[in-house]
Antibody
Framework: QVQLQESGPGLVKPSQTLSLTCTVS??????????WTWVRQPPGKGLEWIGY???????FYTPSLKSRLTMSLDTSKNQFYLKLTSVTAADTAVYYC?????????????????????WGPGTMVTVSS | QSALTQPPSASGSPGQSVTISCTGT?????????VSWYQQHPGKAPKLMIYEVTKRPSGVPDRFSGSKSGNTASLTVSGLQTEDEADYYCSSYGGSNNVVFGGGTKLTVL
């Protein structure tokens, strides 16, 4: 079955760039059937949606992070990535990658249904000097 | 401040039913049928319990059900079991290719 695994540094200095990788196994990110997403959760707080990426490279970002955020993917490695620049302590969180269940209509056109059915275990990122 | 409003806590005894609300606006919950619910146990990743307001993924017990009326969505857990004790989050399409979450509800099984 499809599994996701986040990886990246656990500690990032303020003003630097946070870079994370999500490795997908048991299935291909290149099928076009699903969007791929990042969600974060500050310690003791709720979930925050970060953004989507599609196999074509199309991205959608949450407005509050859009100016600092870049998502990308490498279909040959079956990985997708998150980069968040100019981080502060407010970016300290557990970062999850997840798959959007998606909905596909006739002709193969697929879109998100904002239902994240498979999640990675999460990776804790602390922003501190 | 979360975009969707959930009660911070809810509780019930084993075997009882409990309903958790999720209130938004006509721009999110009220305007779309892409409402989902997630269960999260401490230290674990969230688990999808309900999507598209009422649908259950394979493997989710039918004790979990979802509904929506106007700008408020609801998750009902029937026949409460001790393993249902967890945090529950709602989410919704928020318009403009955005997704919004609720602040979460801690469900206690007494």
């Amino acid at each position: 079955q499809v599994q996701l695994q986040e990886s990246g540094p656990g500690l990032v200095k303020p003003s630097q760039t946070l870079s994370l990788t999500c490795t997908v196994s048991g299935g291909s990110i290149n099928t076009g059937s699903h969007y791929w997403t990042w969600v974060r959760q500050p310690p003791g707080k709720g979930l925050e949606w970060i953004g989507y990426i599609y196999y074509s490279g199309t991205t959608f970002y949450t407005p509050s992070l859009k100016s600092r955020l870049t998502m990308s993917l490498d279909t040959s490695k079956n990985q997708f990535y998150l980069k968040l620049t100019s981080v502060t302590a407010a970016d300290t969180a557990v970062y999850y990658c997840a798959r959007d269940l998606g909905v596909c209509v006739g002709g193969g056109a697929c879109s998100t249904n904002d239902a994240f059915d498979i999640w990675g275990p999460g990776t804790m990122v602390t922003v501190s000097s | 401040q979360s975009a969707l409003t959930q009660p911070p806590s809810a509780s019930g005894s084993p075997g009882q039913s409990v309903t958790i609300s999720c209130t938004g606006t006509s721009s999110d919950v009220g305007g779309h049928n892409y409402v989902s619910w997630y269960q999260q146990h401490p230290g674990k990743a969230p688990k999808l319990m309900i999507y598209e307001v009422t649908k259950r993924p394979s493997g989710v017990p039918d004790r979990f059900s979802g509904s929506k009326s106007g700008n408020t969505a609801s998750l009902t857990v029937s026949g409460l079991q001790t393993e249902d004790e967890a945090d529950y989050y709602c989410s919704s399409y928020g318009g403009s290719n955005n997704v919004v979450f609720g602040g979460g509800t801690k469900l206690t099984v007494l």
